[in-house]
């Protein structure tokens, strides 16, 4: 079966302050994807960005940067000088390729909370 | 272009009732999935359909089903409710394959008195 382990629930900081979320997942498939998703408080899951299992390669989106590594089976989430409007809670999700595993399976999500 | 879009937004309801949500994915998107989301579960998969098949099942009792229409649209349809079911219920739209992103809708706000 598939685990998502998001072993922080609450993180509060101050603005601009640098912030990693953790995730660490569990699967048996050799293919499968990772995703992060932020919820604000209106309730809809956003999309952050998409990894499949054959790309470790790190990406930086503005503030936003992700670290694969498989070695660890870890895809943490940095926010660099993070703002008060990155207040949200943030899912990290695993999706197998085929069968049951194809099933998008959530973590339990990180309450983030940024202080003006 | 439309996102998904879920109705109705709030819901009330007692137990033993039934109720049913609506959802219309992305224009295109031909797959559909449901979520149930509680303070103590988290996000949890219900189901999901493509092509008006159901293409996997999460581990709820039979009394959550679902269907998907011709058109793309899907509903889930929750019968003799439960207190425990008092949930946020999120659909997500995506193209064909496996590996695309899911776009979610706002959500249904169910609650069970």
């Known amino acids: 079966a598939q685990k998502v382990t998001q072993a922080q629930t609450e993180i509060s900081v101050v603005e601009k302050e640098d912030v990693t979320l953790d995730c660490v997942y569990e699967?048996?498939?050799?293919?499968?994807?990772l995703f992060w998703y932020k919820q604000p408080p209106s309730g809809e899951l956003v999309f952050l960005i998409r990894?499949?299992?054959?790309?470790?390669q790190n990406e930086i989106s503005g503030r936003y940067s992700w670290n694969f590594q498989k070695s660890t089976s870890s895809f943490n989430f940095t926010i660099t000088a993070s703002q008060v409007v990155d207040s949200a809670v943030y899912f990290c999700?695993?999706?197998?390729?085929?069968?049951?595993?194809?099933?998008?399976?959530f973590g339990k999500g990180i309450t983030l909370s940024v202080r003006p | 272009k439309a996102g998904v879009t879920q109705t109705p937004r709030y819901l009330i309801k007692t137990r033993g009732q039934q109720v049913t949500l609506s959802c219309s994915p992305i224009?295109?998107?031909?797959?559909v999935s449901w979520y149930q989301q509680t303070p103590g579960q988290g996000l949890q998969f219900l189901f999901e359909?493509?092509?008006?098949?159901?293409?996997n099942k999460g581990n709820f009792p039979g009394r959550f089903s679902g269907r998907q229409f011709s058109n793309s649209r899907s509903e889930m349809n929750v019968s003799t409710l439960e207190l425990g079911d008092s949930a946020l219920y999120l659909c997500?739209?995506?193209?064909?394959?496996?590996?695309?992103?899911?776009?979610f809708g706002s959500g249904t706000q169910l609650s069970v008195l």
């Open positions: 997500a739209s995506s193209g064909t394959t496996t590996n695309e992103k899911l776009f």
């Open positions: 699967t048996r498939d050799t293919t499968y994807y």
């Open positions: 990894r499949n299992s054959f790309d470790e």
């Open positions: 999700a695993l999706r197998g390729y085929t069968g049951a595993n194809s099933k998008l399976t």
């Open positions: 224009s295109g998107h031909r797959s």
């Open positions: 359909y493509f092509s008006e098949t159901q293409r």
